[in-house]
């Protein structure tokens, strides 16, 4: 991450999302693994929250202030995390990183 992005610094990630089964248990996982020591921060909402959403694209937008002591060798991971072995459809992934005006 470059050392601009340090303060003041925001990830935006836009999916959209398919998810035939009605079990609700994905996750889109944004977090930064630090070269040395453990996770410094993560946020994983639940992708499809509503029946009304199965069997249908839906589009998601999660909106995060990162943490104002990162290190540049830390690394942005973004991936979805599925607890069953139902399948999920991503497709338009989006990363934005920014700095707060």
Known sequence: MPDSLKA???????????????????VLVTCIQPVHGN?????????IWDHDSRNAWKEVSYTYKLPPRVNPDDVLVIYILKYDNNNVAVDDLEVELFLEK
Do not use: C, G, T
């Open 8 to 26: 003041k610094a925001w990830v935006r990630v836009k999916a959209k999302i398919f998810q035939e089964q009605n079990d609700h248990d994905a």
């Open 39 to 47: 996770v410094s921060f993560w946020k994983s909402p639940y992708l």
